[in-house]
């Protein structure tokens, strides 16, 4: 019976192999198929990817003027500055008179988003950039830079 058991393994040897071998070339033909270059590729269109311009400065204008040729016709001449640097924030607070002007400066040379507490959105101030903003409403104000992990201070008062 020995001589009979061992051609029934060698068989199912042989099979187990055949079935092994079957089993890796098909998983090649999917793969070779599978990473072949379409014949007749669909057209695709590309959509360019729009790049940030840095804003020009921008001055608020007193009420009346439009803001149309503003920066050739009108510079204010009651306005502060904090100056931003790699070293930080100078200086970090300042007081102001209702109607004045806060001014930043950006002396850089990477952008720096700025968000006011009395303004839901952050604005970002570009490498050599200044950005002016009309200090109207009285009070006690903050402003932080993200990037510097600062947080200024802007006083406004009455006179």
Partial sequence: MEKNTRPSTTIFSY??????LFLIGAIIVV???????????TPQTLTPTPT???EPSVIFPPEGLTQEG?????????????TISAEGVSP???TFKSGDYANWVNND???????LSTEKE???IYPGAEKTYLLKQTGDFTF??????????IIVTNE
Avoid: C, M, W
């Fill in 15 to 20: 099979i187990l192999i055949l079935f092994v």
């Fill in 31 to 41: 793969y070779v198929i599978g990473t072949r270059p379409d014949p007749n590729p």
């Fill in 52 to 54: 940030e311009t840095p």
């Fill in 70 to 82: 503003l920066e050739e016709v009108f510079e204010p001449t009651n306005k502060q500055t904090f």
């Fill in 92 to 94: 970090s607070e300042i």
């Fill in 109 to 115: 040379d990477q952008e720096y988003t700025i968000t």
């Fill in 122 to 124: 952050p604005f970002v």
């Fill in 144 to 153: 932080e830079i993200a990037e510097l992990s600062f947080v200024g201070r």
